[in-house]
């Protein structure tokens, strides 16, 4: 039954490894959507990192930017985990692109998923107001962002050290 | 009958959103004790977008610091909605004033409210320890505010991703 | 019955105070390990400010580096509170130690609590990223290390303005 679950969380607070966990409780094959680009050392790394630890049945799509028209493309039925949000949001700001154009087009498909499928992003309102004001506007789009996925979603999880709080 | 709600939550979380709206499901008018100050063109743009959402009954009382003398000012039965805390403690660690002073009348009055009232607070704790004293002092004096205010309301929710969790 | 008690928050968020509540509803002598080093008046201050609210049957032992072997040398069954895992582990960044190591061994002494003991540590990671590389760095070994002791762990709490929300 097709669904959308959000899963939000602050930084290694297992958002990843839950919703892997969660895919690979359905039947194959996983498509993984990474909108991590690799353009530094410590990116390359993350990634690295993250793709040795999925195995099996997954396959990975790259969509730093092309987000909605990546999703629109994975075959009905088939378990979809996007990650992350954030980085997606970073993406588009630093190419200068219409956030509002581009998060109104992901929304239209994230409105009517055609499996289950996971959605997860990093919390980053909860501290300091940050000193620059490109922090600042980033942390209001992205918060802007998850109230808008987590209103049409049908689950929200909020991870707390690893474990998901059901919060919708 | 009357009570205290504070809603707690990070940046863009939906509080203001959520308050309004608990508020709206009240019978008016409603009292909005803004806090800002529009100090500079970002603040003058972010009020004013707030103000833009609000119509019908409500009314605007600012009080960027006497909260306490605001809320007393308040006829009885009415609701009211404080929006927002982090702004009023700004705005007296800016002037220098005795915030131990300040938070005890407040909290006096709040302690007794007289009608339907509720805080909203930003949630300023939950990232990495900031570089300078003064942010360090302003998250100390915001957390230990917090809990005070969460120990005298009767309901605390704490928003995510624009959802309310109740906490209290 | 032995336990393992995490509790984690942000800054003023009531942590260190519900974990003494608890301590004190059990029968004493209660064991308080201090991980905090007072290197500098700030951290002096908050130290003594701490010490002079706990009285009774409470006794102290330092541990900023060696808090496996200061749990080791816990007598069986008594109450033990650690505060906090998050200056534990800036100790150890800041002396240049193997985390994995510490943590390992850390790991497989809290495993086996014979008392009820209670961890309190530092949510760090809500926030916006952090600028410079060190604070990126502790900030994921701090979400690492929480997601492995709240998987060990019988009870997970969420501190949210004081109020503890059960996470597990």
């Not at 039947?27 to 353009?39: D, E, K, S």
């Not at 588009?92 to 581009?102: F, K, S, W």
């Not at 802007?144 to 689950?155: F, S």
Request: charged content about 20%; hydrophobic content about 45%.
């Amino acid at each position: 039954m097709p669904e959308l679950t959000f899963i939000l969380g602050g930084a290694r607070s297992g958002k990843s490894a839950h919703a892997e966990c969660l895919m690979e409780g359905l039947p194959g094959p996983w498509c993984y959507i990474a909108t991590a680009q690799a353009l530094d050392d410590e990116m390359r790394e993350r990634i690295g990192r993250h793709q040795q630890q999925r195995v099996g049945e997954w396959y990975t799509v790259e969509a730093p930017l092309e987000l909605a028209a990546a999703l629109r493309s994975v075959p009905d039925g088939q378990p979809v985990l996007i990650d992350c949000l954030t980085l997606w949001l970073t993406n588009h700001m630093l190419a200068g692109n219409d956030l509002t154009a581009e998060a109104a087009q992901l929304l239209d498909v994230l409105r009517e998923p055609r499996g289950v499928w996971i959605v997860v992003s990093n919390e980053v309102g909860q501290g300091i107001v940050p000193d620059n004001a490109l922090a600042r506007r980033f942390r209001d789009e992205a918060g802007r962002l998850h109230q808008r996925v987590a209103a049409i979603a049908d689950n929200v999880l909020f991870m707390v050290a690893g474990i998901p709080l059901k919060v919708k």
